[in-house]
């Protein structure tokens, strides 16, 4: 690795937080999306699954069962069926019951709020000891609902990291969330709007597949452009829309 690859890729950090700030709607630190329970169960169940399927599956989970105790206490088999809109449901279904027993065993109750009194770290370490409980889940729980400064890095991020040069090529999702971790501020609304943007343009233009790169605020500064369209020119950068355009599709929150 190049001994400037570190103030390089911090640029480009730097340079893909402000770009994407301008291109999508900024985020504030509102009240969360979901609760702390459904954050986890659900994000366990969007594993390489669409989010209608997870949505899906987590509706036709509690529908079925009713609560989390109903969950726990049902039927694996039954809840793998309930659950068949993921990518592995006869995983997931013992995976949650394992999940939720422990909740209840260590806590005595279905809830997550007593992590928002406590350091980020040892809050992480908690959830990572969860039976399929990786970085991602642990930090989208901690970051969306009690505002911890810390990265979850999904596949669109990790990608357009990688595409961009904020991180090394070859460099795994759990590396990433250390590398960029230390390329931003300690501050949940960055890390939010950082997360989310790029999750956003991960769905919307930088695909895994054939990347829009035309209608790309990142080209001026993106290796995979420079690699594959050469440095981009004036009128290049001219014809790049200044703002996602709502018309275009709907950002999924």
């Known amino acids: ?16 937080y402000e770009a994407l700030q301008r291109f999508y709607p900024p985020l504030t630190l509102d009240k969360p999306r979901r609760s702390p329970m459904r954050e986890l169960i659900s994000t366990v169940l969007s594993h390489r699954t669409t989010h209608a ?15 989390w105790a109903g969950v726990e206490a049902a039927p694996t088999p039954e809840l793998a069926h309930a659950i068949r809109t993921t ?19 260590e806590r005595g109750e279905f809830a997550l709020d007593f992590l928002a009194e406590w350091p980020t770290e040892q809050a992480m370490q908690w959830l990572h ?5 990786g970085l991602k889940t642990a930090s989208l729980v901690l970051l969306f609902n009690f505002h911890k400064p810390v990265l979850p890095v999904d596949t669109h991020v990790h990608r357009i990291a990688q595409r961009v040069g904020m991180i090394p090529p070859k460099a795994s999702a759990d590396k990433a969330h250390q590398l960029l971790l230390a390329q931003l501020p300690a501050d949940a609304l960055v890390l939010l709007n950082f997360h989310k943007h790029n999750y956003w343009h991960g769905q919307k233009v930088c695909f895994y597949a054939k ?10 500064f993106c290796n995979y452009y420079l690699e594959h369209y050469g440095p981009a020119t004036p009128e290049a950068l001219a014809a790049t829309p200044e703002r996602w355009d709502l018309a275009w599709g709907e950002l999924q929150h």
Do not use: H, S, V
């Open 1 to 16: 690795m190049p001994t400037n690859y570190t103030a390089a890729a911090a640029e480009k950090t730097r340079q893909n």
């Open 211 to 220: 990347p829009d790169c035309p209608r790309c605020p990142l080209k001026g």
């Open 53 to 67: 399927d997870e949505e899906l599956a987590y509706d036709r989970m509690l529908e079925t069962f009713g609560d």
């Open 129 to 133: 000891e969860m039976p399929g409980i």
């Open 87 to 105: 990518r592995w449901p006869d995983t997931q279904a013992p995976r949650i019951q394992e999940i939720l027993r422990r909740i209840k065993a």
